[in-house]
């Protein structure tokens, strides 16, 4: 499938076209039907709007770009060391994977190099960067996982303030291990900021879990992984995400998650509360061999990534994928598995009102696939930033 000869159309400049015949995937429950779309002014358009030019999308689904909220890098490089051209690089590898809002992530790091990162994101200034993900690091020594030990602090509203100073309200989710003392006065601070605190790379028990979701916590950090497992007379961190009704992410790279945990989780959670993510690393797109993740060197072996000792160590995923191992592990249908991917993220960042799903006057942020999973248009607020054909 081709961009339509008669119209020509092009990357990044186009103000107004139509997408005919695709399959419409709403995130919600609305209904999955063939229909023709139209983008006007970065916008999803009522059928009055007139058109110059088309996108053929007959025997493709359409769909509400996909929101990360949870990726450390690609391509061979991982934000903390990446200049913004670089940075701007890392994204455009992810968006022909049909991502269009991210969160880049910083792990456990000096506070200096963690707001050096920042302050490069920000330069990047690419369109699908929407903020940030701070993964630590406020977080437990002993479910560090792939974070580097050295640079592990105290939760401190202090050193917190130090760490964000300038950059508030870029900031969009802080994880950090709940059960270590200060960190509930911690995460009612955060909430000050309007970012949301996320339990991760945590020790806290069952109770211990209930009390931060009580002060505050707003979601659970790659859920299963670096917390409390679950056990039947001590039901830990894990127990407490499937008793709540907070959000959880996922990585549903079959590798992070059994595909059974995977079902568990749907079944107990359902796709409102469900965010599937990548946590990918500099490896993504690249080949198995030997990497970088803050300080630490990891080893990627078809394709899994983890340090020398065993320990998992982010993935490669892309969420194209994610979406097509989230359906076929859970029996889950697409728009479900869309809605985890897109309106869910959207709705934790608050930003459900003009993200996240196909409604008109919300951004035109769109994804367009074809049965299997391949990614051959992504749009990022009524821009073509993604063509397979060019």
């Avoid at 359409?62 to 450390?72: C, K, M």
């Avoid at 959880?248 to 790279?253: I, P, R, T, Y």
Wanted: aromatic share 6%; glycine share 10%.
């Amino acid at each position: 499938m081709s961009l339509a000869a008669e119209n020509s159309i092009t990357k990044n400049m186009v103000r107004r076209f139509l997408i005919r015949g695709g399959t419409i995937v709403p995130p919600d429950k609305g209904e999955v039907k063939t229909a023709d779309l139209w983008v006007e002014d970065g916008q999803i358009a009522g059928s009055s709007a007139s058109t110059v030019d088309v996108i053929d999308a007959t025997d493709l689904y359409v769909a509400p770009g996909f929101i990360d909220l949870q990726v450390n890098g690609g391509e061979g490089r991982n934000f903390e060391d990446s200049s913004p051209d670089e940075i701007r690089k890392i994204i455009d590898f992810y968006v022909s994977h049909g991502t269009t809002s991210f969160l880049p992530t910083t792990v456990t790091a000096p506070i200096n190099g963690i707001r050096s990162t920042i302050d490069r994101v920000k330069q990047a200034n690419h369109p699908a960067i929407i903020g940030m993900h701070i993964e630590g690091p406020f977080i437990s020594k002993v479910r560090k996982g792939a974070q580097n030990p050295d640079y592990i602090l105290d939760p401190s509203i202090d050193k917190f303030d130090e760490l964000v100073h300038g950059y508030e309200r870029f900031i969009k989710i802080m994880t950090l291990a709940p059960e270590r003392p200060g960190a509930n006065q911690l995460i009612s601070h955060i909430r000050e900021i309007g970012a949301v605190p996320s339990l991760g790379h945590s020790d806290a028990t069952y109770d211990q879990a209930i009390a931060a979701i009580e002060d505050g916590i707003g979601l659970f950090t790659h859920m299963f992984n670096a917390m409390r497992e679950f056990h039947h007379r001590a039901p830990g961190a894990v127990g407490a995400a499937l008793m709540s009704d907070v959000p959880v992410e996922l990585v549903a790279d079959g590798i992070h998650v059994h595909p059974g945990a995977m079902k568990l989780l749907y079944k107990a959670k359902g796709p409102d509360q469900i965010c599937l993510i990548t946590d990918a690393i500099s490896a993504a797109g690249l080949a198995d061999g030997e990497y970088e993740l803050g300080g630490l060197q990891v080893f990627v072996k078809d394709a899994t990534v983890r340090l020398a000792d065993g320990t998992l160590a982010g993935s490669t995923l892309t969420m194209d994928r994610a979406v097509k191992i989230f359906m076929d592990s859970t029996d889950c249908s697409l728009s479900e598995a869309i809605r985890a991917a897109s309106l869910t993220p959207a709705r934790l960042l608050g930003i459900s009102d003009h993200k996240g799903s196909i409604e008109v006057g919300k951004d035109a942020d769109l994804v367009i696939f074809d049965a299997g999973f391949n990614v051959h248009y992504t749009i990022i607020g009524g821009q073509i930033a993604y063509a397979r054909d060019h």
